[in-house]
């Protein structure tokens, strides 16, 4: 296997992996800044100073509500919800093309940096596939563009399925996976 990235400079969160059996366009959940500061801006994170602080304050009231049980159930849901919401996070998504059967569209969660808990797949067979294109969006006053694999379902339903939903990445980014797509799978057909 063999690892590149097509847009080191502007985008280095964004690389392919190649192998003899697939294609995988991988985006991880971080990006550079773009004031040109090269800063690193992360999407997901590990235990921060917030996080630490918070969990300080519910050991504090741990030991002063352990009296109460709605206290104590309070607390323990609280818990449950921060370490839920901190193992649930979007690590990195993918599309991942293998050339004569289909795409397979991934997204991974877990705990950053690379802790992967959970994996949910969405794989489209060539059969079913009907086109791979970049589409634009309103979100309240801007465009976004983002990856549809089209999906026929019966004789005329079709079905749109968004790669990289989560971490909606940037145009030059959508650019390089549409034509990669294209190239090494409709090449196929």
């Given at each position: 296997m063999r690892r590149t990235r097509p847009l080191p400079l502007t985008h280095p969160e964004f690389s392919v992996i190649d192998s003899p059996n697939f294609r995988e366009y991988k985006i991880e959940n971080w990006h550079l800044a773009r004031d040109g500061s090269q800063k690193?801006?992360?999407?997901?994170h590990g235990l921060t100073?917030?996080?630490?602080?918070?969990l300080a304050l519910l050991s504090l009231a741990w030991r002063k509500g352990s009296e109460s049980?709605?206290?104590l159930a309070g607390l323990i849901l609280l818990l449950g919800y921060l370490v839920w919401s901190k193992c649930t996070q979007v690590l990195?998504?993918?599309?991942?093309?293998?050339?004569?059967?289909?795409?397979?569209?991934?997204t991974h969660r877990g705990f950053p940096p690379s802790t992967v808990?959970?994996?949910s797949r969405c794989f489209i067979p060539a059969a079913s596939l009907d086109d791979f294109v970049i589409n634009e969006g309103l979100r309240?006053?801007?465009v976004r563009y983002y990856l549809v694999a089209i999906q026929k379902m019966g004789s005329d339903e079709h079905v749109l399925q968004v790669a990289y939903e989560?971490?909606?990445?940037?145009?030059?980014?959508?650019?390089?996976?549409?034509?990669g797509v294209q190239k090494t799978f409709f090449s196929h057909q």
């Open positions: 690193v801006v992360k999407g997901a100073w917030t996080s630490a602080t918070i049980p709605w206290t990195f998504e993918s599309v991942v093309v293998v050339a004569p059967h289909g795409i397979q569209l991934e808990l959970s994996v309240r006053w801007s989560n971490i909606l990445p940037h145009f030059p980014v959508l650019l390089e996976v549409y034509r």
